[in-house]
């Protein structure tokens, strides 16, 4: 009965380096979604995924960002040659296709980039 | 374009006061609007959504399409309320939950 669950929970990295986040969305929920939280800001969404269907990957601020998910499984969320300004709590979150589409967060990664 | 304002980063009342956390959007049409909640070291939460017109530990929110607003209100703040609060609304698409910047409230006694 697990909720969803995000790792690393934290991670340190190099500038220049890429990272992978992975995000286990809530068994049966058809839609994932990512999120990226600035300190101090508001979450800023990143892409989304619906089963099947073509993601909607225009939250996405660049190239070097990039998001996969297979099926209704998992997701990872991978950052290329990371920049500081990438520093940020990334959100993860899904929800089942039913009305009011609720969505549940995981903890969040927290990535910080030297 | 759609976007959720919220004006206030930070609003301290004292218990038992009533609060208003204030939130205005911009949207074309019908808004599919929430209100979420992180409690400290919790996860972000659904506290209400305007389809429910639903009152949770005693929030409301209603929606006005003429100011465009949709303000989360309590009669009576109590400590337990404190936390930072999220007006949040699906995009047109209905693929992206827009985000405000969230407004801190902090209830004392």
């Known amino acids: 009965g697990a909720g969803v669950s995000q790792s690393p929970s934290n991670k340190v990295t190099e500038k220049g380096k890429d990272v992978e986040l992975r995000c286990d969305p809530i068994?049966?929920?058809?839609?994932l979604y990512w999120y990226r939280q600035r300190l101090g800001q508001g979450l800023e969404f990143l892409i989304y995924?619906?089963?099947?269907?073509?993601?909607?990957k225009s939250g996405l601020p660049s190239d070097r960002f990039s998001a996969e998910r297979t099926g209704e499984s998992v997701s990872t969320l991978t950052i290329q040659r990371t920049q500081q300004e990438d520093s940020a709590v990334y959100l993860c979150?899904?929800?089942?296709?039913?009305?009011?589409?609720?969505?549940?967060f995981g903890e969040g990664s927290r990535l910080t980039v030297l | 374009a759609q976007r959720v304002t919220q004006p206030e980063k930070l609003l301290s009342v004292f218990k038992g006061a009533p609060v208003e956390l204030k939130c205005n959007y911009s949207?074309?049409?019908?808004?599919?609007l929430f209100w979420y909640v992180q409690y400290s070291r919790q996860r972000l939460q659904l506290l209400l959504r305007?389809?429910s017109r639903e009152s949770i530990k005693g929030f409301t929110a209603d929606l006005n399409k003429g100011e465009t607003s949709f303000h989360l209100k309590k009669p009576f703040a109590q400590e337990e309320d404190s936390a930072m609060y999220y007006c949040?609304?699906?995009?047109?698409?209905?693929?992206?939950?827009?985000f405000g910047k969230g407004t801190t409230l902090s209830v004392s006694s």
């Open positions: 979150a899904s929800s089942p296709r039913t009305a009011g589409r609720e969505l549940f």
């Open positions: 068994s049966g929920h058809t839609a």
């Open positions: 995924f619906q089963g099947n269907s073509a993601p909607d």
């Open positions: 949207y074309s049409g019908s808004p599919e």
């Open positions: 305007h389809i």
């Open positions: 949040a609304l699906f995009n047109q698409a209905g693929t992206a939950l827009i």
